[in-house]
């Protein structure tokens, strides 16, 4: 004996199967953006540790210049350091400095406007990075 299936079961006949491409289109889709995100987190990571060396590799050259500037008095206009340090290799700084001499009291000191930059990479490519520190030094007693 063969039961006939009634009209209004044949109208709900694939529901489980839209439903089933349905759950796995939206799965499928969560698992792209979550890869997505990761990736992206990686390179902002990387980025923010590439721009605190940049920023550590200027602050050595604000240290340099104002060493040479204070304690040598020799400002020089430009001088270009490639540093080979572990942490900072690959980074090239271009330390500036600039003197103007003052009078005060009778007694004569230099002021000097010490700038840094620090760069790696070349400019335009994913992974170039450069900061650029600017301090004023004096030599006054």
């Known amino acids: 004996m063969r039961r006939r299936l009634s009209d209004s079961s ?3 006949r694939g ?3 839209v439903a ?5 289109v939206v799965l499928a ?13 990686r390179s902002t990571v990387s980025a923010a540790v590439q721009g605190a060396r940049a920023y550590h590799a200027a602050r050595s050259g604000i240290e340099w210049g104002a060493f040479r500037a204070v304690v040598a008095s020799s400002c020089v206009a430009s001088t270009t350091i490639p540093l080979s340090v572990a942490g900072l290799n690959g980074f090239t700084i271009t ?4 003197s103007t001499p003052h009078r005060e009291r009778g007694n004569d000191y ?14 335009g490519d994913a992974d170039y990075v450069s900061r650029r520190i600017q ?3 004096t030599s006054a007693p």
């Open 135 to 137: 301090v004023t030094v």
């Open 95 to 98: 330390v500036g400095c600039t």
């Open 29 to 41: 889709l969560l698992g792209i953006m979550m890869v997505t995100i990761g990736g992206m987190q």
């Open 20 to 24: 089933a491409v349905f759950i796995v």
């Open 110 to 123: 230099n002021v000097y406007v010490i700038t840094s930059t620090a760069t790696s990479g070349t400019f």
């Open 10 to 12: 044949n109208h709900e």
């Open 15 to 17: 529901f489980a199967l």
